[in-house]
């Protein structure tokens, strides 16, 4: 069997060698970037990976964090040759093996191997059930002696005079309720008092009367009208969002900060009809009034699979990746499209740096809704 090893040697000599030193049944994919791997694993995954540990752009630690979310058995070694501080992050991320320091070329060879075998080995299958022991046969019931059997009979009619309390309470249903006929309701209403006329008016102006006569209190002054207090988040007592002149500051602060760091041209958060909320840059040459509502419409599935799954934190992501622009569409709380928009003439889009920095965004904004 021929396994697929990718190394992201960066400037270390050690991970360069090892095209040669590796034999025929192992093919190596040699990249000097973290993000030229990335966009490789997509499509075609290997059974491992091994990349130095400081890379230009990308650190493999960020690699290793990023390579779970493509859900592929790709088996991830990093290597260090003199900084051994970052080994618990990186076995926290699920690292196969953290290599440091000086090693032999027969060292790094097996662990490879190793390595490359275990993405290989097929899954263990579930072991079934043991079957269930049929239930031993019910044994008859001993017969009564004749001495209890008669007692039982005597006993009987005793336990039929004397009902139980739940019997008693079960005897009461609204079918045993006797109403009083037409007759006696006709008797009692004869026979009731009524006020004599005119004695409600009567009381009514005597009452009147004497509340002129009284002086009457000094009037008390209305309460102040206190203004209320200006919403801090985006939801109010019953859920609802509420846009403040603080919240648009916030969350535009969050976009201006990643538009920055990734170098996009636009930045938009839309809404799930693909309206358009807050936009950091312009995309004026683009028909974006046309490409957010498809957009929209195919997140409305991808929200549907999510809560499927039952998956309220899930994060799902588009990529296009074009010969002028690179778009990058990710799902916020499944209320939200954040939408990014690179300008390949002007500075082109690194699918690691995009993930790492969109994800850092959406936590934020996030804490902002």
């Known amino acids: 069997m021929t396994y697929r090893l990718m190394v992201v040697a960066g400037a270390s000599p050690v991970l360069r060698r090892l095209p040669e030193q590796l034999g ?23 059974e491992a990976l091994i990349a130095e540990l400081e890379l230009p752009g990308m650190s493999g630690l960020e690699l290793a964090e990023i390579i779970p979310n493509f859900e592929v058995p790709t088996r991830v070694l990093l290597y260090s040759p003199d900084d051994d501080t970052l080994r618990p992050q990186a076995e926290a991320a699920g690292v196969f093996r953290f290599l440091h320091g000086p090693i032999s070329p027969e060292e790094l060879t097996a662990t490879l191997h190793a390595a490359m075998a275990a993405a290989a ?100 002054a209305p309460p102040p009208i206190t203004p209320e207090p200006v919403p801090t988040s985006w939801r109010n007592s019953s859920g609802n969002l509420v846009v403040t002149e603080q919240n648009i500051n916030a969350i535009r602060g969050v976009m201006s900060q990643l538009a920055q760091d990734l170098g996009t041209q636009s930045v938009m958060l839309t809404d799930r009809a693909g309206m358009v909320l ?20 195919g997140f409305s599935t991808t929200g549907e699979v999510a809560r499927q799954l039952r998956e309220d934190d899930a994060t799902s992501v588009y990529i296009h990746e074009g010969v002028n622009v690179d778009l990058y569409c990710f799902d916020v709380m499944q209320r939200f499209l954040l939408v990014l928009v690179f300008n390949k003439k002007v500075a082109s889009s690194k699918i690691g740096a995009v993930w790492i920095n969109a994800k850092r965004a959406i936590r934020e904004l996030r804490e902002a809704f």
């Open 24 to 46: 025929e049944d192992v093919s190596v994919q040699l990249f000097q970037s973290a993000d030229e791997a990335l966009w490789e694993m997509r499509t075609n995954p290997p």
């Open 121 to 220: 080995e097929p899954a263990p299958a579930a072991e079934p059930a043991p079957a269930a022991e049929p239930a031993p046969a019910a044994e008859p019931a001993p017969t009564a002696e004749p001495e209890r059997r008669e007692s039982a009979t005597a006993s009987a009619p005793r336990a039929e005079r004397q009902p139980t309390a739940t019997a008693r309470r079960g005897d009461f249903t609204p079918a045993r309720v006797t109403l009083p006929s037409m007759r006696e309701r006709e008797a009692a209403a004869a026979t009731t008092q009524t006020p004599p006329r005119g004695g409600l008016a009567a009381r009514s102006k005597a009452a009147a009367s004497r509340a002129e006569a009284q002086p009457r209190p000094a009037e008390k």
């Open 278 to 297: 807050v936009e950091v840059g312009q995309a004026s040459n683009l028909p974006m009034m046309i490409v957010l509502p498809l957009l929209s419409t």
